[in-house]
């Protein structure tokens, strides 16, 4: 089942992410590290009713944020629509212990069947250059990779945006 993430679950969420952490810098990609995804920021998404968490079996094994807010860092880009009408996906982890089960593809599948329900034109997001398997995962959905943005807190490599047009 994929619900709204509770309060009680920000510390479930973090250790998901700490772990997908890991497991990324065990295969030499350093996406997301201990400033980044923080508490706070989850906090944020929590608050904005855009936090979602994955259930099985009554534990939580994964998340996504599903959200209408344009990053700044996002502005530049020549995206494929007009803003005002996107939905932006951040922050999509599941636990490594339950990766390659289908279902980061469910998160994914909520989020765009979220998207198209709400009348909203485009899904946007972006993922770390270095990370060639998420590349693939999302090129394999049909997302389009456009310009490229920067977190220097994150990482001296770009991130590439992508769009899936609705």
Known sequence: MIRHAKISEIKD???ITKACAIKMSDNGIFQWNDNYPSESTFLN???RNELYVKESNGKVIGTIVI????DEEYVPIQWLTPNGNS???HRL???PIYQGKGYAQELMDFGEAYSKSNGFVSVRLDTFSQNKRNQRFY???GYQ???DIFFPKQSVHPFH???LVL
């Open 139 to 141: 090129e394999q959905r």
């Open 93 to 95: 982890g599941v636990d």
């Open 13 to 15: 969420i973090l250790n």
């Open 67 to 70: 959200s209408t807010y344009m």
């Open 45 to 47: 998404d929590l608050e």
């Open 87 to 89: 939905i932006y996906i």
């Open 145 to 147: 990779k456009l310009d």
């Open 161 to 163: 945006c992508y769009e």
